[in-house]
């Protein structure tokens, strides 16, 4: 597990790597407006549960309320997967979050559990812990625990359904013994309840770490990346396609954060770092695994990568309101087919194999481990 001081190294790695790649300061600095950074708190971690973590990895912040325990991580998991926790029995959090999608549905607009349409695409949960914000489009969501409320509880559109027939919901859950034995081992003394669920839920997806690519690989293990990847790497960090602006640091995407509040991962906070939309801004989403989550954009409007850059060459800015980086950018870029065969290779190296099957990550019911759920692995 990475010290606070070796995550620190993989900091300025990153910012010392790729100039765009602005970081390696201790602390928000007054000119980061959009800084979300908690304050350091000691959280109580449960003995038997240890981050398994890549290298280059810092510990993901963890909200004082919700320490992490295995125990949690494992009903949380559970629950990810499973679909009493919807209205109607058929969906749960998975039917648009695969895993092998790297938690993303393939579908451009998000389908609930009774057919509504999404207004917008799923989002992929990779390193979704280091996220500073959630949702495409609200700066203000922080909490994977309040998100979480989102999804069950929504009326426009239904997704999971549960508005309505919370008791019925729940009553499901206490009527089996084993899943009222892990809340006990997860929440012990506390009732079930939307509350405890969502807490789990997101200890879980905590979790999902993904730090095994070959972009990684490459970074923290000096593994050497194909000729197309490298001269891709340039390109998307180049003062020429400024790729990086916005999709910077740990996790190529917009503002992070971690359990050590003066880590900045060489992210350069920006609020012009996001998108708008009708008065809404998008945040940059992380390009990690970024090859499987086809198709592209809050609404799926893009099914293939070299659309989505073609779309950043022309310039082409649909959905943008003004900004200083936006106007800048705003003549686009012209990208031979070579460069732009290397841009897709290099985001083709950001895919980790390993996170996309990781049996930790799996329907506990599919790959057989249910029994974790009573006697989490220590
Ligand atoms: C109907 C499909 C659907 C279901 C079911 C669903 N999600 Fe999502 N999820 C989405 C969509 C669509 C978004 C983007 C929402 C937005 O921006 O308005 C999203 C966004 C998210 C995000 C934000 C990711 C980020 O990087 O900001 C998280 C976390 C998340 N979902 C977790 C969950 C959890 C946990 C559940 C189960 C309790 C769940 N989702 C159920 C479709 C779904
Ligand atoms: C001004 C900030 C900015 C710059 C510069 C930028 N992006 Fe983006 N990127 C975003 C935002 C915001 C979104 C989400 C937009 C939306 O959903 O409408 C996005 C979305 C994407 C997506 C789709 C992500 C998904 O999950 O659907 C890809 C791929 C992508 N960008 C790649 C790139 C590449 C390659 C470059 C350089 C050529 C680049 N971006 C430059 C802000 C930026």
Not at 31 to 49: G, K, M
Not at 57 to 71: G, Q
Not at 125 to 137: D, M, P
Not at 207 to 219: A, K, M, Q
């Amino acid at each position: 597990m990475p010290t606070a001081s070796s995550s620190r190294v993989a900091a300025c790695a990153f910012s010392a790597l790729f100039s765009m790649a602005v970081g390696c300061v201790s602390g928000p600095s007054r000119d980061s407006p959009a800084q979300r950074i908690e304050p350091a708190t000691a959280v109580p971690t449960d003995p038997a549960f240890t981050w398994q973590l890549p290298t280059g990895f810092p510990e993901p912040y963890v909200p004082a309320n919700n320490p992490m325990s295995a125990a949690k991580v494992s009903l949380g998991r559970y629950l990810f997967y499973d679909t009493r926790l919807s209205g109607n029995g058929h969906f749960s959090c998975a039917s648009c979050h695969r895993q092998k999608l790297a938690f993303t549905d393939g579908r451009d607009r998000a389908m609930g559990s009774t057919g509504e349409l999404h207004p917008r695409s799923a989002m992929s949960l990779t390193n979704v812990a280091y996220s500073a914000s959630y949702n495409w489009a609200d700066p203000a969501l922080t909490l994977l625990e309040d998100q979480a409320l989102g999804p069950l509880l929504n009326r426009k559109p239904i997704e999971l359904g549960v508005a309505g027939r919370e008791d019925e919901v729940l009553d499901r859950l206490r009527a089996d013994v084993e899943t009222v034995a892990s809340f006990e081992a997860a929440f012990p003394g506390e009732p079930i309840s939307l509350a405890t669920i969502v807490r789990a839920i997101a200890a879980f997806e905590r979790t999902l770490v993904s730090g095994n690519s070959p972009y990684d690989r490459y970074l923290f293990w000096g593994e050497p990346l194909t000729d197309g990847e490298m001269r891709g790497l340039k390109l998307f960090f180049s003062e020429r396609l400024r790729c990086a602006e916005c999709h910077s640091g740990l996790n190529l995407s917009g503002p992070v954060r971690a359990a050590d509040a003066t880590f900045e991962i060489g992210e350069r906070v920006d609020p012009a770092a996001q998108r708008s939309d009708g008065g809404q801004r998008f945040k940059a989403p992380t390009l990690r695994n970024i090859a499987v989550t086809a198709p592209y954009m809050h609404d799926g409007r893009f099914s293939s990568l070299e659309e989505v850059v073609r779309f950043y060459a022309a310039g082409g800015r649909p959905v943008v309101r003004a900004s200083v980086l936006e106007s800048e950018l705003a003549g686009g870029f012209s990208l031979t087919d070579r460069e732009l065969e290397d841009l897709i290779a290099f985001l083709g190296a950001l895919t980790d194999h390993d996170f996309l099957g990781d049996p930790r990550f799996a329907d506990p019911r599919e790959s057989g481990q249910s029994d974790t759920l009573l006697a989490p692995p220590v």
